[in-house]
């Protein structure tokens, strides 16, 4: 942590806020989607002090879920010692995004594009 991201000596909750968001989109895009969609809730639960000047702290995203409308993610914070220091969720509105052209589907390990075409893996 830098100091400029702590607030009373530990980081500050809008931090791992503005994390959140960012992770549980990436987490969306994992799963295919060209567009991550458009946030509908977002939150954060804070179990114990996350981290001082110089600490690291681990972040893990996860798609909860999944439907035609709505995608739900949590995004797990741990300190250097692994324990839980915060969590965030995050609920999506993907409706619109879930027939994108550009959407790809991945194999089981999520690897390899199997549908649709990999923009970025394109070279002349």
Known sequence: MLQRELNLGVVHGGLVLSLTDTLG????ATHGH???GVST?????????AGRVGDILHAKAVLTGMGKQLA??????????GELVAYGF???YVGKSNSHAENVKFSEDGETVIEGVDKNLDVD
Do not use: C, E, Q, W
């Open 25 to 28: 989109s990436l987490a969306v």
């Open 34 to 36: 060209f567009m991550t």
């Open 41 to 49: 809730d977002i939150g954060t639960s804070f179990v114990r002090p």
């Open 72 to 81: 739900y993610t949590r995004v797990d914070f741990t300190n250097p010692r």
């Open 90 to 92: 995050h609920t999506k």
